[in-house]
């Protein structure tokens, strides 16, 4: 059965950091990977969707990679602001299954 | 605007009564979920539809029932049979042809069971 883990769990930084969030899978034998935002109380928000063709997806200040032979992907926000507050998951979109999630603050 | 909507936002319910929870899209997209959220679980996968009046069990599908006699819906109704239903329930849909699923979420419904 596939795992989705999500490390950290949560994650502090000053404004203007770059970070990174991991996601790692137990079945490589995945067709694509999705990253979300969730703000509290509120859906998720797709933010990059990675084939299983691809090694890189980038969307303005993020940057996802895919390495299916490791089992891990990897979230990067350049720069962040306070407004990239939010909670970070990922999933494996073949077997419907989710991380528990990042939650990042960056503080002003 | 295409998009998902879940209604209502919240929804309060004693314990032993069914409710039914809204999900409607209209992205055209042939597969509906609906997942369940709970305070450091994660997203868990009740129910899903790939077609029109097929659905499948999720992980934790019971207690919960589906109908899917629209492409466009996909309501869940909550039973007296599930024993903690308090949660943030989620629906989302995808376009399942092929392997470029990428999953659209609506904004929740919370439900509060006392």
């Known amino acids: 059965k596939q795992e989705v883990t999500q490390i950290p769990a949560a994650l502090s930084v000053p404004e203007g950091e770059n970070l990174v969030l991991n996601c790692s899978f137990t079945?490589?034998?995945?067709?694509?990977l999705q990253w979300f935002r969730q703000d509290p109380g509120k859906g998720l928000t797709s933010l990059l969707l990675?084939?299983?063709?691809?090694r890189e997806q980038t969307s303005g200040r993020l940057n996802a990679s895919l390495d299916k032979s490791s089992g891990r992907s990897t979230l990067y926000i350049a720069a962040s602001q306070p407004g990239d507050s939010a909670t970070y998951l990922c999933?494996?979109?073949?077997?419907?299954?989710f991380g528990k999630g990042t939650m990042l603050l960056v503080s002003p | 605007d295409g998009g998902i909507t879940q209604s209502p936002k919240y929804l309060f319910r004693k314990e032993g009564q069914n409710v039914t929870l809204s999900c409607e899209q209209n992205?055209?997209?042939?597969?509906m979920y609906w997942y369940r959220q709970d305070p450091g679980q994660g997203l868990r996968l009740i129910y899903y539809?790939?077609?029109?009046?097929?659905?499948q069990k999720g992980d934790i599908a019971e207690g919960y029932s589906v109908s899917r006699e629209k492409k466009e819906s996909f309501p869940l109704t909550v039973t007296s049979a599930q024993k903690n239903p308090t949660a943030f329930y989620l629906c989302?849909?995808?376009?399942?042809?092929?392997?470029?699923?990428?999953?659209?979420f609506g904004p929740g419904t919370r439900l509060t069971v006392t």
């Open positions: 999933a494996v979109n073949s077997t419907l299954t």
């Open positions: 992205l055209n997209h042939d597969a």
């Open positions: 079945d490589s034998a995945i067709y694509n």
């Open positions: 990675i084939q299983s063709s691809q």
């Open positions: 539809s790939q077609i029109v009046n097929d659905f």
């Open positions: 989302a849909s995808s376009n399942f042809r092929g392997r470029d699923y990428e999953q659209y």
